[in-house]
């Protein structure tokens, strides 16, 4: 028999704020539905706070569950910054804010921005309204579509122009396509289309995703603190390779290496499903060795120390990097990215900066009294 599920009002008087509890119990409903784990472990990892995927990932028993941070903590810790994480969530802001210095050259450029009956250029020489954009299209050959505070590739789309044809994901759409495609995605931006550098375009030719964690309390002196990288695997609905797939079927989800922070080398991949991983040294589709020493790893550090001491109101960053055929770049930092794939490589309780980091702040919850827990639920963005 299945034991109740935690109660909402329970994580509220915990220090979870509304949004975040409702998330967290979704995602608890969600798995129980799923038929994709055993029932029993299932129940296990549910009662001391993990999800079901987190605890397959980690491999998760008696014997070390206190080396994970739990999905029930990480979920009530939200939001690790202040108001000022709208800086790093929202692209548009972020955009603003490096784009009058010389921190530009590490974002892709962008070129346009979707509300709903307008389109605005943020480019230079973009011009105005669809005959503009479509310009611009032709211009650069293809640009990312990507909601403006999504994350996760989550509503991500490519627009291209080849040989006279305007498509979508591949697919021939002609200019009345490309102009429903905008109407019905606003708040949207069209930014540079990035490839990999010749390295990691080897073991796969979509650009990959390197998540560095970076920790910066003081606000001077930010430090990277866990990282892994991850490379596309298979196709999506649309024909298009995609670095990750929820886990909501017994496929492939992801395949993960892990980065040394020290020296940027990378390796031991390792391949996600729902309720496993399997070791794998080889990109999965490609066959390609996903091992080797990260080009331009001091300039990739650089970058990211950069850019947290110029939103140092920001103390926890989750940075969305990669190397490209033009240098580092960040393609995104999230306020509160996931850290299932972090501790897949990085259990954040046996690492002494991350300990400290993160049970300083679950003290802090619970040392809240009841009128600034109260205030403290209603936190909605």
């Known amino acids: 028999m299945k034991s109740a599920l935690p109660k909402l009002e329970d994580l509220l008087a915990d220090g979870f704020t509304k949004r975040m509890a409702a998330s967290y119990l979704g995602i608890l409903e969600t798995e129980r539905a799923s038929g994709l784990f055993?029932?029993?472990?299932?129940?296990?990892?549910?009662?001391?706070?993990?999800?079901?995927?987190?605890?397959?990932?980690?491999?998760?028993?008696?014997?070390?569950?206190?080396?994970?941070?739990?999905?029930?903590?990480?979920?009530?810790?939200?939001?690790?910054?202040?108001?000022?994480?709208?800086?790093?969530?929202?692209?548009?802001?972020?955009?603003?804010?490096?784009?009058?210095?010389?921190?530009?050259?590490?974002?892709?450029?962008?070129?346009?921005?979707?509300?709903?009956?307008?389109?605005?250029?943020?480019?230079?020489?973009?011009?105005?309204?669809?005959?503009?954009?479509?310009?611009?299209?032709?211009?650069?050959?293809?640009?990312?579509?990507?909601?403006?505070?999504?994350?996760?590739?989550?509503?991500?789309?490519?627009?291209a122009f080849e040989d006279g044809s305007y498509l979508l994901n591949g697919r021939p759409v002609g200019t009345e396509g490309v102009g429903r495609f905008v109407a019905e995605n606003p708040n949207y931006v069209f930014t540079e289309f990035i490839h990999p550098n010749a390295q990691l375009a080897a073991i796969d030719p979509l650009i990959h995703t390197m998540r560095v964690l970076v920790l910066n309390p003081t606000g001077i002196d930010p430090v990277a603190a866990a990282s892994y990288l991850r490379f596309a695997v298979g196709v999506d609905e649309t024909g298009s390779s995609a670095n990750y797939q929820a886990p909501t079927t017994a496929d492939i989800c992801s395949y993960n290496v892990g980065v040394d922070l020290s020296c940027g080398r990378y390796g031991g991949g390792k391949v996600v499903y729902a309720?496993?991983?399997?070791?794998?040294?080889?990109?999965?589709?490609?066959?390609?060795?996903?091992?080797?020493?990260?080009?331009?790893?001091?300039?990739?550090?650089?970058?990211?120390?950069?850019?947290?001491?110029?939103?140092?109101?920001?103390?926890?960053?989750?940075?969305?990097?990669?190397?490209?055929?033009?240098?580092?770049?960040?393609?995104?930092?999230?306020?509160?990215?996931?850290?299932?794939?972090?501790?897949?490589?990085?259990?954040?309780?046996?690492?002494?900066?991350l300990s400290e980091y993160f049970s300083s702040k679950i003290a802090a919850i619970d040392a809240l009294d009841e009128a600034d827990r109260a205030a403290r639920n209603g936190i909605v963005r």
């Not at 962008?110 to 605005?120: A, D, E, I, P």
């Not at 120390?305 to 930092?333: H, N, Q, W």
Request: hydrophobic fraction near 35%; aromatic fraction near 12%; charge should be negative.
């Open 38 to 159: 055993d029932a029993d472990y299932l129940e296990w990892a549910h009662a001391h706070g993990f999800c079901a995927e987190s605890a397959y990932a980690y491999g998760l028993s008696d014997a070390n569950l206190g080396s994970y941070l739990s999905d029930y903590d990480y979920w009530r810790l939200w939001p690790l910054n202040d108001w000022q994480r709208i800086w790093i969530n929202d692209k548009l802001t972020l955009n603003a804010l490096l784009s009058d210095s010389e921190l530009a050259q590490y974002l892709p450029r962008y070129h346009y921005y979707s509300s709903r009956g307008h389109l605005l250029p943020l480019g230079e020489g973009d011009g105005a309204g669809m005959e503009g954009f479509l310009a611009c299209l032709r211009r650069e050959g293809e640009l990312a579509c990507k909601p403006c505070n999504g994350s996760e590739a989550n509503g991500f789309f490519k627009l």
């Open 275 to 353: 309720a496993k991983v399997v070791d794998s040294p080889k990109h999965p589709t490609s066959g390609t060795l996903a091992e080797g020493q990260i080009d331009c790893w001091p300039q990739m550090l650089e970058m990211m120390r950069r850019i947290s001491l110029k939103v140092r109101a920001c103390e926890y960053l989750g940075f969305d990097a990669c190397v490209t055929d033009k240098g580092p770049r960040i393609m995104e930092i999230n306020s509160h990215s996931g850290v299932k794939y972090l501790q897949l490589f990085t259990p954040i309780m046996e690492d002494a900066r």
